[in-house]
């Protein structure tokens, strides 16, 4: 395995060489700072061992970040590589490479930790929950992410990356065309990440229907917690169907099996079925959530209660339950006949139509309202028109026959950019302006976001809409380079300037962020937007039980119902007297469960049994100690409750 790694570091790219020596360097850098800062106890007591569903939150965010700033140096990479014609900036191999490991991390290590942060942040404060349902296991899955992140991200350094796509095909990614470690890294790395995804759609799914505050009954509850629980029924129908597939997939690679082997009776279009089952649902879990934080951003910049909530709820589940019919669009030209495509084409259409419901209550909502332009509006603002058109396209290519002309065209690659950049990225990015404040207690800084804001958009303009028109001049997806007679020069080198400015943006996002940190405006009211659900009930950060009292839910919008009563001089009812508080204690075990599997993902990507042995028996040791322990949790006082919401 060493002598694999050494061989493929020497003759690889000088590009990935001085990325290996950077990274590096990086994790020395980190390794000296914490021993010089004595931050390591710190570092294991507050973060590391944590099963607080705010911290998780927070690590989410940081890791979605961090992994922004990989795939988004990839897009860069790729878009380099295409600005003229005949370039030789990448060679055809870390080309491949480079938009297998973009396209994976983007959906799977940006868009799902980003929802996950979301998540995690907001929907145990906006039910009145002190926690959510099952903590440990909850830190359990934000490990298994992390060391699923880890391993994919290492292979660009030791072995080698995926080279087939982020969809990896066989016979493509079989052996027999991809014989290195790369798909191994793919897919160890997304079974280990997506196991801790289905716990946490089981995790949210029972903590909203158990955990809600006593009269906060299902129709009052926040349309964010309503799309959270859309997204994680389709979580845990959806990625079985991927888990199935990894690991025939990597059967086939590891044991020799042939499941997808189409000379050896396999069939590789079971994996692309397979695949694509999850593949699509995937494109709602991650716009799901989405759909709420814009509700919940839209009606409180608005002082507005959202229009036709009732509708709203109906369209989240609808597109839940729709999202499971649409897979096959993705190969309509596959020969599965007229019948079959047919039924896929108006499934596919049909999931606009609760789209239209939203976006048309969302203007009624804004209609008359009292807007405030603020990061998080704006990003809401931008977003609408952006999914639109990334809708109408979709709908185009929902069309059986209109697809046989866009399969595998530029225009394909322009229209999931426009709805997963356009709708997840925007919308996640409004949720992360919406609820920093409640993060971190202090507030990002509003001129150097609108820079952000305005260099991302137009750099989102300028990068994809030409790929539209390049994909109508025959432009495919997947190519590496070009001739000049082909007349997609002008057209690529527009699109590359426009990467160029959302990478901008980007930068001034963490200049923002870092900034803010010392020069941040403190939110000492903990309701710095005049919010309306529940937590902005709560001081900025929220103590780690969330609730001293756990409140009282009598209307829609119970926050601001309340702040309304008081205006007019209608007191709350009187409180009961403070109570201890129950909590879990922290915990090392996830930490090192989610360890254990990367050590036996990281033996089986290089066939070395021995170390996925002892990966998997530190599994089970994990188990078996959590399932003996007697961990009952700890009592906060009232004294330490009283001297905490004093504070």
């Known amino acids: 395995m060493i002598n694999q790694i050494v061989e493929y570091l020497r003759n690889a790219d000088p590009l990935i ?85 973009h396209g994976t991390i983007m959906i799977l290590f940006v868009a799902m930790p980003l929802i996950f942060a979301m998540m995690n942040i907001a929907v145990p404060l906006q039910i009145g929950a002190r926690d959510v349902a099952f903590p440990f296991l909850n830190a359990v899955s934000f490990w298994l992410f992390f060391f699923g992140a880890l391993l994919f991200n290492l292979s660009f350094i030791l072995g080698g990356s995926p080279d087939a796509g982020w969809v990896s095909y066989p016979p493509l990614a079989e052996l027999s065309h991809s014989p290195g470690p790369g798909i191994n890294y793919y897919v160890l790395s997304l079974q280990i990440s997506g196991i801790g995804s289905i716990a946490t759609g089981i995790n949210f799914i029972v903590t909203i229907l158990k955990m809600r505050a006593p009269g906060m009954t299902l129709m009052k509850m926040p349309l964010f917690c309503w799309s959270v629980l859309a997204s994680c029924i389709v979580i845990i129908f959806a990625f079985p169907a991927l888990t199935v597939a990894l690991a025939l997939l990597g059967m086939d690679r590891i044991f020799g099996t042939h499941f997808f082997t189409m000379l050896h009776g396999g069939n590789p279009m079971m994996y692309v079925n397979l695949f694509w089952v999850w593949g699509h649902p995937e494109v709602y879990i991650a716009i799901l959530p989405v759909y709420g934080i814009l509700s919940e951003v839209v009606s409180t910049f608005s002082r507005k209660r959202i229009f036709g909530y009732k509708s709203m709820v109906a369209s989240l589940m609808l597109i839940s339950v729709i999202s499971y019919f649409v897979w096959v669009h993705h190969f309509f030209t596959m020969g599965a006949g007229p019948g079959v495509n047919s039924f896929f084409a108006v499934a596919s259409m049909a999931v606009g139509i609760p789209t239209g419901v939203k976006v048309f209550n969302w203007l009624f909502t804004m209609f008359r ?215 879990p204690n922290n915990s090392s075990l996830p930490f090192f469960m989610g360890l254990a599997f990367f050590v036996a993902g990281f033996g089986l990507v290089f066939n070395q049994f021995i170390i996925a042995t002892v990966g998997l028996i530190g599994v089970v040791v994990c188990m078996l100690w959590r399932s003996l322990e007697k961990d009952t949790g700890h009592w906060i006082s009232v004294d330490e409750i009283k001297q905490m919401e004093a504070s």
């Open 17 to 101: 060489q001085m990325s290996a020596v950077a990274a590096v360097l990086t994790l020395l850098g980190i390794i000296f700072a914490l021993t010089y800062f004595k931050k390591w106890g710190w570092l294991w007591r507050e973060w590391i061992t944590t099963v607080d569903h705010k911290k998780i939150g927070i690590m989410y965010l940081i890791c979605a970040l961090l992994m922004l700033f990989r795939g988004g140096v990839d897009a860069l990479l790729m878009r380099t590589q295409l600005a003229f014609p005949n370039m030789n900036f990448l060679d055809s191999q870390h080309y491949n490479e480079i938009f297998s490991t």
């Open 369 to 583: 309202g009292r807007i405030r332009l603020t990061l998080p509006m704006l990003w809401s603002l931008t977003f609408i028109p952006c999914f639109a058109v990334g809708g109408a396209t979709g709908i185009m290519l929902a069309s059986a026959p209109a697809d046989y002309q866009f399969h595998n065209s530029y225009f394909v690659i322009a229209h999931f950019h426009q709805t997963l950049i356009g709708g997840a990225v925007f919308g996640l990015l409004a949720g992360m302006y919406y609820w920093w404040p409640k993060m971190f207690g202090f507030k990002l800084n509003e001129t150097l976001g609108k820079w952000a804001f305005w260099f991302f958009n137009i750099g989102f303009y300028v990068c994809f809409m030409p790929q539209y028109a390049l994909g109508f001049m025959g432009m495919t997806r997947r190519v590496y380079t070009y001739p000049a007679e082909t007349g997609w020069g002008t057209l690529n080198f527009v699109s590359t300037i426009g990467a160029y400015l959302m990478g901008i943006g980007f930068l001034f996002i963490v200049v923002q962020i870092l900034y803010s940190i010392r020069y941040g405006e403190r939110d000492t009211t903990g309701d710095p937007w005049d919010g309306r659900t529940l937590e902005w009930s709560l001081p900025s950060p929220v103590p780690h039980y969330n609730f001293a009292q756990i409140p009282t839910v009598n209307e829609r919008d119970a926050w601001w119902e309340m702040k309304q009563q008081r205006k007019e001089g209608i007191l709350p009812p009187t409180k009961e007297p403070l109570k201890p508080i129950h909590m």
